[in-house]
């Protein structure tokens, strides 16, 4: 039978959550410019944060993966700083794909443009998803070591990329 090992199925996400906010990165800022070019006028602030969500993800991430990696014995590898930033980027890409579906739910949309913008919102919901799970994983940790008697407040290693914590 096969060991679950945490760090490989994290690494997995993270790898992930980086190519997916890639993805939403190029298409949303292709419908932005394309907004800004034909109409003339700022691009939907769904897109607008959309695109914000991409490069807050890709931020986040160098955080979720350099801190724990390089910075394990400061303050800023801290359980609850690492719950935070996972929760709130999940927060943030399901409000994005979420307003951005609405947004084109009720629209005449068609041409490339539009497959963008709808491709976008689905690439979205998958980042959603993987976020999701590494806060479920996050949260798992904390509730996990809550009740414990000495003062860990560590990140649980399993939760990092590196190989040796």
Same mark, same amino acid.
Request: aromatic share 14%; hydrophobic share 60%.
């Given at each position: ?6 760090r490989? %199925?994290?690494l ?16 949303t ?15 939907p ?7 914000f ?19 394990s ?6 359980k609850?700083?690492?719950?935070a930033?996972?929760a709130? +980027?999940?927060?943030?890409w399901f ?8 947004f084109l739910?009720?629209?005449? $949309?068609?041409?490339?443009? $539009? ?8 690439f979205g919901?998958?980042?959603? %998803? $993987?976020?999701?799970? +590494? +806060? ?8 996990r +070591?809550s ?5 860990n ?13």
């Amino acid at each position: 039978m096969v060991a679950f090992d945490g760090r490989l %199925v994290v690494l997995s996400l993270r790898i992930a959550q980086i190519v997916l906010a890639i993805i939403v990165l190029a298409l949303t800022a292709y419908v932005a410019n394309w907004w800004g070019g034909y109409w003339h006028s700022m691009s939907p602030s769904q897109i607008n944060f959309l695109l914000f969500d991409a490069v807050w993800t890709l931020l986040a991430l160098i955080y979720l993966t350099l801190v724990p990696w390089r910075f394990s014995e400061t303050i800023a590898h801290h359980k609850f700083a690492i719950l935070a930033v996972e929760a709130l +980027t999940t927060i943030f890409w399901f409000a994005g794909f979420v307003a951005l579906a609405v947004f084109l739910s009720d629209r005449v $949309c068609y041409g490339h443009v $539009c497959s963008a913008a709808k491709a976008a919102a689905v690439f979205g919901a998958f980042g959603w %998803v $993987c976020f999701a799970a +590494t +806060t479920a994983m996050a949260v798992m940790h904390v509730l996990r +070591t809550s009740n414990r008697t000495s003062r860990n407040d560590k990140a649980d290693p399993n939760l990092s990329v590196q190989d040796g914590v």
